[in-house]
Nanobody
């Protein structure tokens, strides 16, 4: 599967962005999907995951209550709604299949920059 992220950009603290991850192929709906992020000089960290049907989600403590992960299997697309953004959310955000037939597939990333 090919994964392509979009929706990143520059936003002021307190603002919102919605990231999208568009997948090719017919196996997207079978995958457990996730969003990771990597800030400069830091390790890549897991932000959120969502099960194949979208019924269960999990979040890093740092984003709970601010970010919402969702998916539309009919559109082969996953989303990350990010609200109340903070400067520490600045990172490159990646989508990936964390389980399922396309496990280990990664997108190229999209930059999110939050100014104070």
């Amino acid at each position: 599967v090919q994964l392509v992220e979009s929706g990143g950009g520059l936003v002021q603290a307190g603002g919102s962005l919605r990231l999208s991850c568009a997948a090719s192929g017919s196996t997207f709906r079978l995958n457990i999907m996730g969003w990771y992020r990597q800030a400069p000089g830091k390790q890549r960290e897991l932000v959120a995951t969502i099960t194949s049907g979208g019924g269960n989600t999990n979040y890093a403590d740092s984003v709970k209550g601010r970010f919402t992960i969702s998916r539309d299997n009919a559109k082969n697309t996953m989303y990350l709604q990010m609200n109340s953004l903070k400067p520490e959310d600045t990172a490159v955000y990646y989508c990936t299949a964390v389980g399922g037939p396309d496990f280990g597939s990664w997108g190229q990333g999209t930059q999110v920059t939050v100014s104070s």
